[in-house]
């Protein structure tokens, strides 16, 4: 394709985009697809011949799109909004576009030094002090195994220098809770702990959040069997309930024991640039790394994860490595990010924060946050005071738990299986019809309906009209 044939299929692509987000609304909210469908209606084979680029749109329109959960729909309130910005998307045509190659910072040294400066804002954003430093990473779950890495590494002396964690005496030990992301569980797996090593810390049975006295007492009983407490996660916006864990009393165990202590924020550090909602993670300054998505509420398109680290020089002595190939002459006096992480090639994700910043502005980012958590308060507000409704946990954000408990015949509340069938059979409507979209979770071995206020277009319109829909639908049965 030449640049000529690009600009024209370019311009059509982009008048594509911009009438699918503004016909977004009128699509339905959960993909229409049978499971193998998309698949079957793709050739078996690749092309032998060069097509033209009005039939390839045309299939995007035929084949893709139903196979497309529309999460930028003001109607989904699915597991965590999961915001493309049209600015960001923007920035994300612009990395495409110049196709840079991130391997040194040689190798494009505005990858390097506008993703030092976009960590930067974010951090002053955030209200977190200037001992942080940050870099971007596809995604929290990727943050989530270089934190362990490093929890790993600082526990076993940098055993990855010698024989790894095979010779290591005793099991080092990870502390969470059952709340936590399942990219926690299975960073632990991956950084080589081995889940028998993985403990699920006491939660308070209302607010979910990890108990701290049972995590000093778990800590005590390890050291006490010869084990090596290695990492606590903390998790601060859970995915059940956005539960959020006490950060300043983990700190202090963790910096008791020189525990590395990793923040899990993926959502909620979304909320961190509302100055009104920091206390949810006072603390943090003590934590050792810390992991947030813009990608999700804020609405930088995917794949934005924030990493920040405080010990920049222990984060290069396990992650780097110098080739020969690599080395040039700016060494020592430049970032180089594949020494931050895993991969060693790295897109130029920098630009879709950049273009986010600025094109949308941070105050009317803020405003529509506020908005959403008002509206969370409103919807939690409408549900607890209906009749056999129920709010079953905290709403420090925007993501509400509720359930509907109808009587029986004999006038009694519905409750085990009879409850769940209920529960997942109004949920499994309304989604089937397209017209809200929701997620379920379980607390306590029950179903409920997690309802995650955030997408941009959502207004109080859409939100008064799901809970008219949660209303009808739940008195269906
Ligand atoms: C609390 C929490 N942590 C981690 C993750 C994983 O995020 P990612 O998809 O960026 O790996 C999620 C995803 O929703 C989450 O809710």
């Known amino acids: 394709m030449t640049p000529e044939d690009f600009r024209k299929a370019g311009h059509a692509l982009i008048d594509w985009i911009a009438d699918y987000r503004q016909r977004i609304a009128e699509l339905p909210v959960r993909a229409q697809v049978e499971p193998g469908e998309v698949r079957a209606a793709l050739p078996a084979a690749p092309p032998a011949e060069a097509d033209q680029f009005s039939a390839l749109l045309a299939d995007l329109d035929r084949v893709i799109v139903p196979g497309v959960t529309q999460v930028q729909h003001p109607m989904h309130f699915g597991w965590f909004p999961a915001n493309a ?7 994300d045509i612009a990395s495409s576009g110049m196709g840079t190659l991130g391997i040194s910072w040689e190798s494009c040294p505005s990858l390097t030094e506008l993703e030092e400066v976009m960590c930067d804002w974010m951090r002053q954003l955030t209200g977190l002090s200037d001992a942080w430093h ?6 929290a779950s990727t943050a989530c195994v270089t934190a362990m890495i490093l929890a790993r590494e600082r526990a076993s002396r940098l055993s990855k220098n010698g024989a790894g964690l095979q010779a290591v005496a005793a099991p080092l030990t990870v502390y969470s809770t059952a709340q936590a992301h399942s990219s926690i569980a299975k960073a632990v797996q991956l950084a080589g702990f081995g889940n028998d090593n993985l403990r699920f810390i006491e939660e308070d049975p209302y607010t979910r959040a990890m108990q701290p006295q049972a995590l000093a ?4 009983q390890d050291l006490a ?3 090596i407490p290695a990492a606590i996660v903390c998790s601060v916006g859970a995915t059940g309930t956005t539960a959020m864990d006490p950060v300043e009393a983990i700190a202090t165990i963790a910096s008791r024991h020189g525990i590395w202590l990793h923040v899990d924020a993926a959502m909620a550090g979304s909320a961190m640039l509302l100055p009104e909602c920091r206390h949810l993670w006072q603390g943090v300054e003590q934590a050792d790394s810390l992991a947030w998505n813009p990608h999700k509420w804020m609405g930088t398109i995917l794949d934005t994860a924030l990493f920040y680290v405080r010990d920049v020089p222990f984060l290069e ?17 430049v970032t180089q990010y594949r020494d931050w992480g895993i991969p060693l090639g790295r897109r130029f994700r920098a630009l879709k924060l950049w273009f986010h910043l ?9 405003a529509r946050l506020r908005r959403d958590l008002e509206n969370a308060r409103w919807f939690a507000e409408q549900v607890a005071a209906a009749p056999d409704w129920e709010v079953l ?5 925007q993501t509400v738990c509720i359930r509907h408990v109808p009587k029986d015949a004999l006038g009694k509340p519905l409750a085990g299986e009879a409850l769940d069938k209920h529960t997942l059979g109004w949920l499994g409507r309304i989604n089937t019809s397209g017209a809200a979209f929701m997620s379920p ?6 179903w409920v309906v997690r309802v995650s206020i955030g997408v941009e277009d959502t207004t109080r319109e859409h939100v008064e009209r799901l809970w008219e829909l949660l209303q009808l639908a739940a008195g269906q049965d």
């Open 358 to 366: 600025r094109l949308d502005g941070i105050e009317a980012i803020l």
């Open 85 to 91: 910005s049209l600015a960001s998307v923007l920035g």
């Open 217 to 220: 007492l778990a800590i005590e």
């Open 393 to 397: 946990a905290p709403v420090p954000l």
């Open 317 to 333: 002595r396990v992650m780097s490595t110098n080739p020969a190939y690599l080395r040039s002459a700016a060494d020592g006096q």
């Open 134 to 139: 940050g870099t971007i990473h596809d995604t």
């Open 441 to 446: 979770t379980v607390l306590d071995g029950r």
């Open 225 to 227: 069997a010869g084990h």
